[in-house]
């Protein structure tokens, strides 16, 4: 299953879970990304009511509950008897009562809001009463961001000092590059990046993918044919979360080529007469989990220099290739579009997606090569300088990182122009080893090679090693 390639988000929910103070947990992520699977994984073993919320309205939804619970956990008790969130949830803690610990997960739980289901108040209290009377209950609401009920913890009496915990937020993103390999076609690690650049890394679509076929087969088989599976991905990802998609999809649209800054963003909307006016769509793609807002690491506090970008590659592929091809009339043939918009541009959508993959191999996999993955995480950028990934290692090292999914143009001197770059800026400066790292899919020059062998302060990591011989495993 997904979930067992998720070994920090598995550790992370274990965790949770292992508190013996009552907890509320929000899993979020995108559709298909495999929130259901790693809650499943990390429940496994333990005493849990897993419960899918029916689409259906409240008292249906109230009924299905207390009919699993009945059979799973035996008859309700009788202050218990009536179909109410407060009796459900309140034979739970009774169940959990007997010192043995009882999880609650409700998936799909963003149904209920739609229902407009009155069941967060309860929750609230259950796990208050759980909290009062030692019961060790925990509640795992999973679901679309931005979407699940409301539950608001009240606080405890000042004195004394007040303990109650946060809900703890867990977001599973799509699945890094690594994890994704097993479905992904292709011979040779460009192949494979470049499968993943387009497909991403969400489970649910990966499993479309036919890993002995072309790449460009898979596009025109889940993209471009009459009833392709992934023809309409794009807007189902809005249409079910938003009242009105239209801008929302040209801020997509605008971000689709590579990430921006707000001036790019506000561009691409051009219904907007304001640049604050973006504001709140930003907002909720972000709070779908769509898009992602970044800030230099080096930024100032309250600093609103930002760039935005698209955090699923298939998604950003489908509004910058797709939307245009099911929108042009007559619809052009498949062929023709992949051999004359697609291919030729299929680099420069690699290229914006490979930043991002390196970023996620200093986070998981850099331990291979310098010793320690990153503890802290980003990019740089500000005048003179733009480095796309930069951190600090768990060994203390700071590192500076440019990205090339082709090799540098003629003439320039990658380590030279690093170098200059990391002068700029004030980020790790003063720690006692500052690594420089330069990133290509294929092959370096055979300068670069040699300058980089004379330096200790200079890693160069390629395509094999970012896909990683030893990832390669079954797609389970």
């Known amino acids: 299953m997904a979930a067992v390639r998720r070994p920090h988000e598995l550790g992370a929910l274990r965790s949770a879970l292992d508190a013996s103070e009552p907890a509320l947990i929000h899993v979020t ?9 790693l809650v499943r994984a990390a429940t496994e073993g333990t005493r849990a ?48 009562a007997d010192g043995r610990p009882l999880t609650l997960v409700l998936d799909d739980a963003h149904r209920l809001t739609e229902a407009r289901a009155r069941i967060g108040p309860a929750l609230a209290r259950a796990l208050v009463s759980a909290r009062e009377g030692g019961a060790s209950f925990h509640v795992v609401l999973v679901g679309s961001a931005g979407a699940l009920p409301d539950v608001s913890l009240p606080r405890r009496p000042a004195s004394p000092p007040d303990t109650t915990p946060e809900p703890v937020a867990l977001h599973v993103p799509p699945l890094p590059l690594r994890a994704a390999l097993a479905w992904l076609p292709g011979a040779t690690p460009e192949d494979r990046i470049q499968a993943y650049a387009v497909f991403g890394g969400v489970p649910a679509h990966l499993r479309l993918l036919d890993p002995q076929a072309r790449l ?40 689709a080529v590579g990430e921006a800054d707000w001036g790019a963003v506000h561009r691409g909307v051009p219904d907007l007469t304001t640049s604050g006016q973006v504001a709140p769509y930003l907002r909720r793609l972000e709070e779908l989990g769509l898009v ?12 609103r220099n930002r760039r935005y970008r698209i955090v699923d590659p298939l998604v950003a592929f489908w509004f910058r290739f797709v939307l245009p091809f099911r929108h042009t009339r007559p619809e052009p043939d498949v062929d023709a579009w992949i051999a004359g918009v697609v291919g030729p541009s299929l680099d420069d959508h690699v290229a914006s997606v490979f930043p991002e993959i390196c970023r996620r191999h200093m986070a998981l996999d850099a331990m291979e090569w310098a010793g320690a993955n990153a503890r802290e995480l980003g990019s740089l950028w500000g005048p003179g300088y733009d480095v796309d990934v930069a951190g600090i290692l768990t060994s203390g090292a700071a590192f500076y990182g440019r990205c090339l999914w082709r090799n540098a143009p003629a003439g320039v001197d990658m380590l030279e122009a690093l170098d200059t770059m990391v002068g ?43 896909v990683g011989a030893a990832a390669e495993g079954d797609g389970g």
Request: overall charge positive; glycine content about 10%.
């Open 216 to 255: 460009e087969t898979n596009i025109r088989r889940l993209f471009l044919e009459a009833g392709a599976p992934l023809a309409d991905r794009g807007i189902d990802v809005l249409e079910r979360d938003v009242q009105v998609p239209a801008r929302y999809v040209a801020v997509l649209a605008a971000l």
């Open 49 to 96: 009511l897993v419960h899918r919320v029916v689409p259906l309205p409240e008292p249906r939804q109230r009924e299905a509950l207390a009919d699993q619970v009945a059979r799973e956990l035996g008859p309700l008790a009788p202050h218990a008897s009536e179909i109410s969130w407060e009796g459900i949830l309140g034979h739970l803690v009774h169940q959990a």
């Open 29 to 37: 992520g995108l559709r298909g990304v495999g929130k259901s699977s």
């Open 292 to 303: 992602e807002i970044r800030r230099s690491l080096d930024a100032g506090h309250g600093s």
């Open 424 to 466: 700029e800026t004030r980020f790790g400066f003063g720690r006692e080893r500052r690594l420089r790292v330069v990133f290509s899919n294929g092959g370096f020059t055979a300068e670069l090679t040699r300058r980089a062998a004379r330096r200790d302060d200079v890693a160069l990591v390629d395509g094999a090693a970012l």
